[in-house]
Structure formats: C-alpha cells, structure tokens
C-alpha cells in the first residue's frame, strides 16, 4: 500500500512549521489553512508535470528540510515514494489515501469512495482529486488535523482557517453553478481526462479528450474517433493545458469552427494566498463558460 503518513513527532519550537506541498492546487489549499502561522511551500517549480518531473537537488533540499509534506499519491508524483521512504522527521500525507475522499475510477462514468482502512491499487483510480471542490473540504480537513497534531499551538488559528475555507468553498460553488446554467453548459473538448472530478462537482459535460496520458501520443484510432466528434461537434470548444501543446491538436482542429481556449489543472498562474484555491476554481470554470458561450455565439444560438 502506498505510504499514507509517517507519524514522527514534533516538538513544538519558536520557529514556524515548514509546510510543503507537492504541486501548486494542494498548496493553495495548505495556504488557506497555514494563513497567518506559516508560508506553505510548493515543490514542483512553474512548467513541471506531476507526472514527468525529475527530482533536482534543491528538491531534495525541500524535502529534507520540510516538517509536513502532502501530496498526491504515487500515481499521480510517481518520483516521491523513494524519497519519501527516506526522509526522517517529516509527517508526509497521500491524499489519495485520507478517509472520505472521492476516487473517481479510471473506467469512465465509475466512482468510488475510499474508506481509510481499505487496501486499493491506486492505478484503477483517476488521481486529479484536487479538482473537485467536495475534495477540497476533506482535503483541508485532514490538513488542518495534521498541523493542529504537529503545531497544537496554533490550533485555534488552524482552525479558524479551516472554518473559513469550507464557507469560500460553499460560496465557491454557488457563483459557479449559476455560470454554468447561465452558460447553457455544452458539451467541450479537453487535452487530457484530466477533468472528471470537476464534471462530476458542476454537472459539466466533457465530450472527449484528446489523450489519458499527456506524456504520451494519443494512438490513431482514437485520434480518427475524436476527428470524427469533432466535425459532428460544430461550433465548439477545445481546451489546451500551458504544460503540453502538441501539434497534432493543430492537425485535428484545421478547418473546423472550434475555438481554442486553455485549462491549467496546476494552476501555474495564480499567486497563493488564502483565497487562492477558489480563485483556482472559478478561473477554470470561467473559461469553460466564456469559450462555450462564445461558440454558441458563432453557431448563431446566441444573438
């Protein structure tokens, strides 16, 4: 089984928690709970995939020097377990493996929900957990009962943040439900199925994607099925990632009355900061609106 958490006590010290994150979406959630305590840092610089990225030394140093690490899991940063398992003095948290989180399964159209004490491979389940916002709420719980156990001296504190963040993630999810019905919520296309946790939470409706894995070439079969969706499409929406741009989207899309528009699921571009993971999720959700709502303006639906 993956490793799910490394209890190592903590004295408690006059210097702040050293709090680390794997990638940028589960910082800005850290953030909102370490608001006012600690600076949450993140481990995987700006342009690096989970899923690909090679550990440099200053990595190394991060990781060493972190108090608390959350991450994933080991199919999502497949290059962490090792290090993980060599690290001293460090509580590190899969997320993946807390209790109450929804795994959407692999298989499309399939979910599952982990119970803490239950073995699974983490293959068979979709590890882009971090877009949901229902995740988001256990996600931080679990945080905020990890530091209170590592820094029972801020308890209250950690607390009250976390009490903050589930009213954002509920005011959160009250704007982006209205954008989406406002939008008439068609059907768009995405670079990789990255996206189903997100569908799942809005009700969005992900046509296609272009490949499962973005670090591989999608095979051609699957490339001819997709063209063919594509012209049946009409007017629609394709989405790009900042991290890949491959050139067969260009091949696919020539000559058809798609517009080109770009989800980041690392949310690269926003600062963090304690309201940054629901600015994370109404940017997605505002360029999914935005771009669908302007295709349907070029399929003459919107005047």
Not at 19 to 31: E, T
Not at 127 to 145: G, K, Y
Not at 197 to 220: H, I, R, S
Request: net charge negative; with cysteine; hydrophobic share 40%.
């Amino acid at each position: 089984m993956a490793l799910l958490l490394m209890t190592i006590s903590l004295s408690v010290t006059a210097e702040p928690l050293k709090v680390l994150a794997s990638i940028k979406p589960l910082q800005l959630i850290a953030q909102a709970i370490t608001e006012g305590v600690t600076s949450t840092d993140v481990l995987l610089p700006p342009g690096s995939s989970p899923h690909s990225h090679s550990l440099k030394p200053s990595d190394a140093r991060k990781l060493r020097n972190a108090d608390v690490i959350f991450w994933v899991g080991p199919s999502m940063e497949s290059f962490l377990p090792k290090m993980l398992t060599g690290s001293k003095g460090v509580v590190a948290v899969s997320m993946m493996d807390i209790q109450g989180i929804r795994l959407r399964s692999s298989v499309e159209d399939e979910d599952h929900v982990h119970q803490h004490d239950e073995e699974h491979d983490h293959g068979e389940f979709d590890p882009h957990i971090w877009l949901s916002t229902e995740n988001a709420r256990v996600i931080a719980r679990e945080m905020t009962r990890v530091l209170v156990l590592a820094d029972k001296a801020n308890k209250a504190q950690y607390q009250e943040n976390l009490e903050l963040f589930i009213k954002s993630m509920d005011k959160t999810d009250a704007r982006n439900g209205l954008k989406i019905k406002q939008s008439g919520n068609k059907p768009f296309f995405v670079f990789h199925n990255a996206y189903g946790y997100l569908q799942d939470q809005y009700g969005l409706k992900v046509a296609g994607y272009f490949t499962l894995n973005p670090e591989q070439q999608p095979g051609a079969r699957h490339l001819i099925n997709l063209k063919g969706q594509l012209n049946e499409a009409g007017a629609s929406c394709i989405f790009r990632e900042p991290q890949f741009q491959p050139a067969y989207i260009d091949r696919l899309t020539e000559g058809l009355s798609v517009r080109v528009g770009v989800l980041d699921p690392l949310a690269e571009n926003i600062e963090s900061g304690p309201a940054s993971y629901a600015n994370f999720i109404n940017q997605l959700v505002d360029n999914i609106t935005e771009c669908i709502q302007r295709a349907a303006r070029m399929n003459g639906k919107i005047s």
